[in-house]
């Protein structure tokens, strides 16, 4: 009886660590400038209405689109200055909008020989799908797990969150492709 605790307390203390490593890793930088063109991608900044300027007062918020022949893409970069509470993971965001969330984890991909990790949100709205990748970042560090980046927050930093989707998202492994292409290109190296 004791080697089955023994046994089950060890499995416990193991899902445990790992949860923590995956909460506590970062990579290096990684941010992203806006350009109207970007290789073969065209963008453009859309307009913010009263409800997107009320959500994000106290923060530098911007919403970009950008398109191809076969895609378009959104951008959402939020400048977190003083208040982190304008910050929060985009399902929620998704939800709170209509939107179902039909899967969101934890990926590490790679741009450019540079690893990166993301969360990674599959959602729908009726017809429409998007598949997302968020990820916050300073000028030391990035992550892509929110908790992670709540806890390395501090006022003096300024921290930025990115939101990268593609929108009509029907096969995941060219949406992945399209989306790692198009952060190549628009990241600042």
């Given at each position: ?177 399209q989306l790692k292409d198009i952060l190549s290109t628009i990241m600042i190296k």
């Open positions: 009886m004791d080697i089955v605790v023994f046994c089950m307390a060890m499995t416990a203390a193991t899902a445990v660590m790992l949860m923590i490593g995956n909460i506590t890793k970062t990579y290096a930088p990684c941010k992203v400038s806006f350009q109207p063109v970007a290789g073969k991608y065209i963008g453009m900044e859309m307009d913010k209405d009263k409800s997107f300027e009320r959500f994000f007062k106290y923060s530098d918020a911007h919403h970009y689109k950008y398109s191809t022949v076969s895609a378009n893409f959104t951008l959402l970069t939020v400048d977190c200055h003083h208040d982190i509470h304008e910050i929060h993971p985009a399902s929620h965001c998704l939800r709170s909008s209509g939107w179902t969330i039909e899967s969101e984890k934890p990926i590490q991909i790679t741009i450019d020989e540079k690893k990166l990790n993301v969360t990674e949100v599959k959602a729908s709205w009726g017809k429409s799908k998007i598949l997302l990748w968020v990820w916050y970042s300073n000028d030391n560090v990035s992550t892509g797990n929110f908790i992670c980046f709540r806890r390395l927050w501090r006022k003096s930093e300024i921290w930025s969150s990115y939101q990268l989707g593609i929108m009509d998202s029907k096969d995941l492994d060219e949406s992945r492709s």
